[in-house]
């Protein structure tokens, strides 16, 4: 695929067909500039299977921003789509509607106000709003979801792998089990939800961050092979990084050699003044080997030297592993606490592919268009009440509790002010009858979450660094229940919508089903039966 295929894929056309289609049809009927408003939310946190995630975390919404700033529509693009034929063989796009579209860039018109990333964030709340003429709102879906959806499925992740992790390194290892071009947004989101760091080496340049990595069991074998052994291998990338020597020592016998002969190159390397950083175990009962291999080097004087783990790994084994180390240590007259502080997680493909829930169920949804008098909400109907839209211009707040914490995220009309509220009545968005009541006085304070980061095909503010983005999620996750964030079964954080937002969907919703009666009944009258 060439230079120019590569801009085609990735521009304007990086979009499902019915987007266009749809954008066609408002075209033909006038509706192409008429001012409309979709939201984006997921309606349930990643579900793993075994496990379950309590939250998630935002990410993607800066390399969005870049698309939309910098992708326009190219005589190119329009050549293609006049070239696509329907069933029938005739064009599918018309001259006029293509005309439309050349040289239009995809953010024209388009006012974004979004939960920055980096934050946690919430089933069935905003987490971005969309405002702009209809049919380029239309054109974005496909791009905005693929944007933000993925990223943020790994950013959860990586909170989680933090959380397991304690005060132990995580390292992202997924570059070569993710899906293609992709994990460089999923890398970029495991950094932003709490990996230290990762061995995506051209991610790392672009973010200023240095790569992190040891070295594979090819490098042993291949030394072996030529009958230098291990002891061999090991000496050879010693005297490459003296100062950057972290050795794989699972290749032949971890504890009967590798350990050993780990060791052995790490008293030479200390004779001539260079300090080792450790090992890393990749098979086998990694909490036992992590115990021994501690064991024999704290033997040796090498009691702060790192010990990686890595092998399909995920916030639930990591777990298990460090329960194990506290139960197997003191066996080995090994210091539990001492041990866990020094390890570090090398996760791959259970990282970068969320491994048990590879997709975020987010959406984006048309919830309001401008009619001849004004604003319309628009509401979708559906048997499941999950799936019923909440319509209108909404903000989304952020109630803490007297502890500091976030209690609950409160859904409004954009024309409420909750926050000059004595009292809230807080609405379950899918339970008719199930409702709390808040006192201004148990509350020690609130804060809206969206925030306006794009306005007609600009930015308005500067990327943040991600240090900043990290803090943000750092920050977030201090502020949220112990038991929302723990690994299994994690409590349920309160989403909510407010009285008159509540009303409103409760008023669209009988609206459209009284209209949708009033169309079963047409047919069989005019029939005349």
């Known amino acids: 695929m060439n230079d120019a295929d590569w801009r085609t894929t990735q521009g304007a056309m990086f979009t499902d067909l019915y987007e266009i289609t749809m954008a066609q049809a408002y075209f033909r009927h006038g509706l192409h500039e008429r001012p409309a408003r979709f939201d984006h939310f997921f309606r349930d946190y990643p579900d793993y299977g075994r ?23 190219r005589d190119e693009d329009l050549a293609y789509l006049k070239q696509v034929r329907g069933r029938a063989g005739e064009r599918l796009f018309d001259d006029a509607f293509l005309e439309w579209l050349r040289g239009r860039g995809v953010g024209e018109g388009v006012t974004i106000r979004a939960v920055p990333e980096g934050r946690v964030v919430h089933a069935e709340a905003p987490v971005a709003i969309a405002e702009g003429p209809l049919a380029a709102l239309q054109l974005l879906e496909t791009s905005l979801l693929n944007h933000l959806n993925y990223p943020t499925l790994v950013a959860t992740k990586a909170a989680r792998l933090r959380e397991a992790a304690v005060d132990g390194t995580v390292l992202d290892f997924g570059i070569r089990r993710g899906h293609e071009r992709g994990v460089h947004a999923g890398s970029r989101a495991a950094l932003i939800g709490g990996v230290d760091a990762t061995s995506n080496t051209g991610l790392a ?32 990338y010693a005297e490459a990084f003296p100062d950057d020597c972290l050795l794989l ?36 009962d990694l909490a036992h080997l992590a115990v021994r291999s ?57 990282l970068i592919t969320s491994q048990g829930d590879a997709a975020l169920d987010g959406v984006y949804k048309l919830v309001g268009i401008r009619g001849d008098d004004g604003w319309e ?70 804060e ?49 919508l407010s009285t008159k937002l509540k009303e409103l969907r409760d008023e669209m919703v009988q609206k459209a089903q009284e209209a949708a009666e009033r169309t079963d009944d047409g047919p069989s009258d005019a029939s005349g039966s």
């Open 448 to 496: 809206p979450l969206l925030e306006e980061v794009f306005r007609d095909g600009r930015r308005t503010s500067d990327e943040p660094t991600l240090d900043a983005l990290r803090e943000r999620c750092r920050a977030d996750l201090e502020r949220l229940d112990p038991g929302v964030r723990r690994v299994l079964r994690p409590h349920l954080y309160h989403v909510s």
């Open 294 to 350: 501690a064991q024999q080097l704290n033997a040796a004087g090498f009691e702060d030297a790192t010990i990686v783990l890595s092998n399909e790994l995920d916030e639930l084994t990591i777990q298990q592993i460090r329960t194990q180390i506290v139960e197997e240590a003191p066996r080995y007259d090994v210091d539990a606490e001492a041990l866990l502080g020094r390890l570090g997680y090398g996760v791959g493909t259970r």
């Open 377 to 446: 909400p628009a509401v979708k109907l559906s048997e499941t009440p999950e799936k019923v839209l909440v319509p209108g211009d909404k903000r989304v707040w952020r109630l803490y509790d007297q502890r500091g914490m976030a209690t609950a995220d409160l859904v409004a009309l954009s024309s409420e002010a909750p926050e000059e509220a004595d009292s809230l009545t807080l609405h379950h968005p899918n339970r008719t009858n199930v409702r709390r009541e808040l006192q201004r006085g148990e509350l020690s304070g609130m």
């Open 205 to 236: 340049f672009a973010l200023g961050e240095t790569p992190k990595g040891t070295h594979a069991h090819a490098l042993v074998q291949a030394f072996m092979a030529l009958g230098s052994g291990e002891l061999g291998a090991f000496e050879a």
């Open 249 to 284: 020592v699972d290749t032949v016998d971890t504890l009967g050699s590798g350990v050993p002969n780990a060791i052995r190159v790490f008293e030479r390397l200390r004779e001539r003044g260079h300090e080792p950083v450790g090992i890393r175990l990749d098979s086998g």
């Open 51 to 73: 496990h379950k995630a309590g939250f998630a975390v935002s990410a993607g919404l800066a390399w969005l921003l870049d698309w939309l700033e910098e992708t326009r529509w």
